[in-house]
């Protein structure tokens, strides 16, 4: 019974980790990792310099954190908190449209655009948010509300449940 405590215990923080930009086994080469509890005390640190649309913060992923079981990687939290950054310009960008608010739609999209050069994607990740990235900026070029909402349904589904 201890040993099977014990394995769903190391499963369980692996799976974590995983979600949160790393991967089962290694993780991100080199990188700390923390509790999860940490992690979830640590978020508006870790989230400081990433840029979020007005009235918008971290508090769900915290929350999130707090009840991850096990331990999580540092870049990999940084990382899930700029791809959570991402998808919050998203529906931004989505809610300008509906407003027909050509500023905010504006904003959104040049932060999308800038987003593919933010240091905050791993290497292990980084060409997945760099492809992700591009179909986003191309589907709002376009002005495909529609698209924008399917990449955020695809993409962003833990964020965009958490609304």
Known sequence: MIALTA??????GGIGAY???GYLGEG???ERWIPAEEASTRVAELGADIPLPAGR???????NLR?????????GVIE?????????WAHEWVQAQTDRDLGRASRAYETIL???DWPYWTVINAEFYDDELLELANNMEDGSTER??????????DYTHSQ
């Open 57 to 63: 913060d971290f508090t769900w992923r915290a929350d």
């Open 19 to 21: 979600a949160l930009g």
């Open 80 to 88: 899930t908190l700029a791809h959570d950054a991402a998808c919050m």
């Open 114 to 116: 800038a987003a593919r």
């Open 67 to 75: 009840n991850l079981p096990g331990v999580v990687q540092e870049a």
């Open 28 to 30: 991100i080469p080199g």
């Open 148 to 157: 924008v909402k399917s990449d955020l349904q695809l993409h962003c589904a």
């Open 7 to 12: 394995l769903l215990f190391v499963v369980a």
